[in-house]
């Protein structure tokens, strides 16, 4: 399986970007895809999940109400819609890809495939 994530760049704030993540292998039908982050001298962290199955979405409550997760199955394809960004949103992010649903969906040990990462940028 692999994963190859793009859409980043620089922005402002207060402005959007799109993130893209593309699947190829692997079945994730009833599998769960998700965006982390990481900043400089921080840990990476949760950012949303998509669950395939249900279409269930879960978002970290630092970005509730700005970014959107959502997916296209037929493209094996999860996008994150970044609105509204603010300065402490600059980060890599990452996708991750789960090939069965996991209740901790937020941890990043249950992830066994990951993308390469993609350069958020957002200046004040």
């Known amino acids: 399986v692999q994963l190859q994530a793009s859409g980043g760049g620089s922005v402002q704030s207060g402005g959007s970007l799109r993130l893209s993540c593309g699947a190829s292998?692997?079945?994730?039908?009833?599998?769960?895809m998700s965006w982390f982050r990481q900043s400089p001298g921080r840990e990476r962290e949760f950012v949303a999940a998509l669950r395939w199955g249900t279409r269930a979405t879960y978002y970290a409550d630092s970005v509730k109400g700005r970014f959107t997760i959502s997916g296209d199955k037929d493209k094996r394809t999860v996008y994150l819609q970044m609105n509204k960004l603010k300065p402490e949103d600059t980060a890599v992010y990452y996708c991750?890809?789960?090939?069965?649903?996991?209740?901790?969906?937020?941890?990043?040990?249950?992830?066994?495939?990951w993308g390469q990462g993609t350069l958020v940028t957002v200046s004040s």
């Open positions: 292998g692997g079945t994730f039908s009833s599998g769960v």
């Open positions: 991750a890809a789960r090939t069965v649903f996991a209740v901790n969906y937020y941890a990043e040990y249950q992830y066994s495939y």
